[in-house]
């Protein structure tokens, strides 16, 4: 059921997280967007390897 999908909802839950502390003014605005790049960086790399490995099967089966 979440097959491929833990990453997106953890990179959004560490985003709404970061947003959320920052607003209620536990966390500065630095350190906020650290996380919400880090999160965002592993959606694409997970998106990345994803693509990659599907065109790599899909060039071995021909």
């Known amino acids: 059921m979440l097959s491929g999908k833990k990453t997106y909802m953890t ?22 967007i650290n996380i919400v790049i880090t999160s965002l960086l592993a959606v694409f790399l997970r998106k990345g390897v994803k693509t990659d490995t599907s065109a790599g099967s899909d060039n071995s089966n021909s």
Not at 18 to 24: D, E, F, M, T
Request: no cysteine; charged share 10%; aromatic share 4%.
């Open 11 to 32: 990179a959004a839950g560490g985003v709404l997280a970061a947003v959320g502390a920052w607003l209620s003014g536990d966390m500065e605005l630095g350190v906020t």
